[in-house]
């Protein structure tokens, strides 16, 4: 049984969408350059073999705290982000950038998702996305 966690330093981001010209669909630049920036991170902790079976990702994607959420009264720790992007598009270029690295065979082997997104602490280290990644085995609630 495995439980690969790791940090990466790359702010979140959303999942774009394909965009077409000439009647092909491609994948935006910047999501490319995104998902490139954070395999390169991700490849130090990446396992020896490919990962098979069922997988359970657990991302906590931290977001930079903007300027109106620096006052006195504001919380020095973790504020919620309730704002775009959608917390399952955060996971969706997560996955694709593993995916595309090899860490697994396809990204529909995790069966199992969990999502949390929060603004930086005041004096915290920057944005960043804490990554866990588990296997899961058969018979349900036992895995968390």
């Known amino acids: 049984m495995f439980d690969i966690s790791f940090v990466a330093p790359v702010a979140p981001k959303g999942k774009s969408r394909h965009r077409t010209a000439n009647g092909?669909?491609?994948?935006?630049?910047?999501?490319?350059?995104?998902?490139?920036?954070?395999?390169?991170f991700a490849a130090q902790h990446r396992p020896e073999q490919i990962l098979?079976?069922?997988?359970?990702?657990?991302?906590?994607?931290?977001?930079?705290?903007?300027?109106?959420?620096?006052?006195?009264?504001?919380?020095?720790?973790?504020?919620?982000?309730?704002s775009k992007p959608d917390?399952?598009?955060?996971?969706?270029?997560?996955?694709d950038a593993l995916n595309d690295t090899g860490w697994w065979r396809d990204d529909s082997q995790v069966a199992f998702m969990s999502c949390t997104k929060y603004y930086e602490e005041k004096e915290g280290p920057g944005p960043r996305l804490i990554i866990r990644i588990v296997e899961l085995v058969d018979g349900g609630a036992d895995n968390q």
């Open 24 to 40: 092909r669909a491609y994948t935006p630049s910047d999501q490319v350059r995104w998902e490139q920036q954070f395999a390169l």
């Open 52 to 82: 098979t079976g069922a997988l359970g990702l657990y991302v906590t994607a931290v977001f930079p705290r903007p300027k109106r959420l620096r006052r006195k009264k504001d919380s020095e720790n973790f504020i919620f982000h309730t």
């Open 87 to 95: 917390a399952d598009n955060v996971c969706k270029s997560i996955c």
